[in-house]
């Protein structure tokens, strides 16, 4: 089975913080680079976050640098993304995406990449 679940979004105020959970099969997980994306109203799916294989390297938005940590849990086989001083602008539905590793080093074109994307959990951040 493939699958992705996102959980851990919600309301938070500004300079706030959020861990967002993707929960992945194992088939998924065992072979896949991942990352995070998220999409505003209106506006097109966004790279935010992106990690390798083993989780040694990973790449960040330059909106985000700083601010969100990407990791992966084997064990798990989970996915997350901790976000710290959260901004307005933040806000948007995040979702979770197993990504080919050749697409995985450039945030702003890792959606090309993705093979399967979870459904999404939302994050709203008020000022």
């Known amino acids: 089975q493939v699958q992705l679940v996102e959980s851990g979004g919600g309301s938070v105020q500004a300079g706030g913080s959020l861990r967002l959970s993707c929960a992945a099969s194992?088939?998924?997980?065992?072979?896949?680079?991942l990352g995070w994306f998220r999409q505003a109203p209106g506006k097109d799916r966004d790279g935010v976050a992106t990690?390798?294989?083993?989780?040694?390297?990973?790449f960040y938005a330059d909106s985000v640098q700083g601010r969100f940590t990407i990791s992966r849990d084997n064990a798990e086989a989970a996915l997350y993304l901790q976000m710290n001083s959260l901004k307005p602008e933040d806000t948007a539905k995040y979702y979770c995406?197993?990504?080919?590793?050749?697409?995985?080093?450039?945030?702003?074109?890792?959606?090309?990449?993705?093979?399967?994307w979870g459904q999404g959990t939302q994050v709203t951040v008020s000022s």
């Open positions: 990690i390798s294989f083993n989780g040694a390297t990973t």
């Open positions: 194992r088939n998924i997980y065992n072979s896949y680079c």
């Open positions: 995406g197993a990504v080919s590793c050749a697409y995985y080093g450039d945030t702003r074109t890792a959606s090309s990449g993705v093979r399967y």
